[in-house]
T-cell receptor
């Protein structure tokens, strides 16, 4: 399967715990995005990487959130001290510069209890 | 401040008939528009797109129309099939801005195809 993959698919955590999600983009895609989707809303932009450089961060991304993309390949999104409001679907998307169609992974559903 | 608006949260259409999903945008810098389809517990899947230099793009049963002066686009599905039942998201992109903000999505329209 050469699509975007995300791990885990589901995560249940207690409030205050740290969680980390992983995204493996399509191998030739140099741009990687993280989005968050809550019920009844469309995906909302969180952050963006071009190769290994994090070029843009949304105001939605509080200082409890950090993302990395070492070596410009896979990316991780970490949430520290999770809160109930962090419960959402976290989506990763990748595409190649010069193209406009983003390809999404299946998402990680986070539930903070 | 919603820059991409899908004002119909849901739409019910009979199988075989035409489904028309609407989308409005406010940011005149958007110059590329995409429609994504999403099933529950899955990520969005790209469906069809249109550049602002065109007013129509067709791909099989799917056609997207763009009215730049009205800042309005629509997705037509004909004939509608049961497998089309899903949430459809309209998304917009400012390509001149380098795509740094990624796609701006509407809230989605839940399309239900009735047998």
């Amino acid at each position: 399967d050469t699509g975007v993959s995300q791990d885990p698919r589901h995560k249940i955590t207690k409030r205050g715990q740290n969680v980390t999600f992983r995204c493996d983009p399509i191998s030739e895609h140099n741009r990687l995005y993280w989005y968050r989707q809550t019920l009844g809303q469309g995906p909302e932009f969180l952050t963006y990487f071009q190769n290994e450089a994090q070029l843009e961060k949304s105001r939605l991304l509080s200082d409890r959130f950090s993302a990395e993309r070492p070596k410009g390949s896979f990316s991780t999104l970490e949430i520290q001290r999770t809160e109930q409001g962090d419960s959402a679907m976290y989506l990763c998307a990748s595409f190649w510069t010069g193209r406009t169609e983003a390809f999404f992974g299946q998402g990680t559903r986070l539930t903070v209890v | 401040d919603q820059q991409v608006k899908q004002n119909s949260p849901s739409l019910s259409v009979q199988e075989g008939r035409i489904s028309i999903l609407n989308c409005d945008y406010t940011n005149s810098m958007f110059d590329y528009f995409l429609w994504y389809k999403k099933y529950p517990a899955e990520g969005p899947t790209f469906l069809i797109s249109i550049s602002s230099i065109k007013d129509k793009n067709e791909d099989g049963r799917f056609t997207v129309f763009l009215n730049k002066s009205a800042k309005h686009l629509s997705l037509h599905i004909v004939p509608s099939q049961p497998g089309d039942s899903a949430v459809y998201f309209c998304a917009a992109l400012d390509t001149a801005g380098g795509g740094a903000d990624g796609l701006t999505f509407g809230k989605g329209t839940h399309l239900i195809i009735q047998p």
